[in-house]
């Protein structure tokens, strides 16, 4: 009987142990899962921080247009942008805005600035068009409505061209993995049969 509660007990510490043990492998893989969440919320932000793809550049003009067709100046359109909207090129103009208000540099000089940083052709066009549009004295509106339309013309010959390619694609996977597959499915009853 004695020796019995010394393998009881002896059972008991080893299962506690164990339980020990898992609670700290359990610990560890809640603390990963806490830091990969950390990482991708950071990687997120970073994201955000990102260079503005050109959606976001044809949203600021569509807001731009919007906003100069109501009869705005073109300081309060941008500063309306950067009020409504929170990303990076907000972020930016607001910052460029504010630096050519305040007379720290001209406000050609604060966008071209501004484009250098991006080296992105559609705001660069953006810029230009503005700098004509002030230099000329012509209507911005109008300007950056033909803009916008060559933007989303671009934008959709893009995607022509990725749909176009999407078959393409999806032919390797299809052959080397789905058609195997499916011959397999197919002809393996029928060879099992000829040989049983």
């Known amino acids: 009987m004695l020796y019995l509660s010394y393998i009881f007990g002896i059972l008991s510490f080893g299962i506690l142990g164990y339980l020990v043990e898992i609670d700290k492998v359990l610990a560890r893989i809640v603390t990963k899962i806490k830091q990969g969440i950390h990482a991708k919320t950071l990687l997120s932000k970073s994201s955000?921080?990102?260079?503005?793809?050109?959606?976001?550049?044809?949203?600021?003009?569509?807001v731009l247009i919007l906003s100069l067709s109501a009869g705005l100046s073109f300081d309060c359109s941008v500063g309306m942008y950067c009020e409504r909207f929170d990303n990076r090129l907000s972020h930016d103009l607001d910052s460029a805005l504010f630096s050519w208000q305040i007379g720290a540099m001209s406000r050609v000089e604060a966008l071209n600035k501004l484009s250098q940083t991006y080296n992105d052709p559609s705001f660069e066009r953006f810029v230009q068009c503005v700098v004509e549009s002030i230099e000329l004295g012509s209507p911005i509106a109008q300007t950056l409505q033909q803009h916008v339309d060559v933007i989303r013309q671009s934008r959709r010959f893009e995607l022509e061209e990725r749909i176009e390619k999407l078959p393409i694609k999806i032919l390797i996977p299809l052959t080397t993995l789905i058609l195997p597959a499916m011959l397999l499915a197919i002809l393996g009853p029928i060879f099992a049969g000829i040989f049983n």
């Open 48 to 62: 955000e921080d990102q260079i503005p793809t050109s959606d976001d550049i044809a949203q600021m003009l569509d």
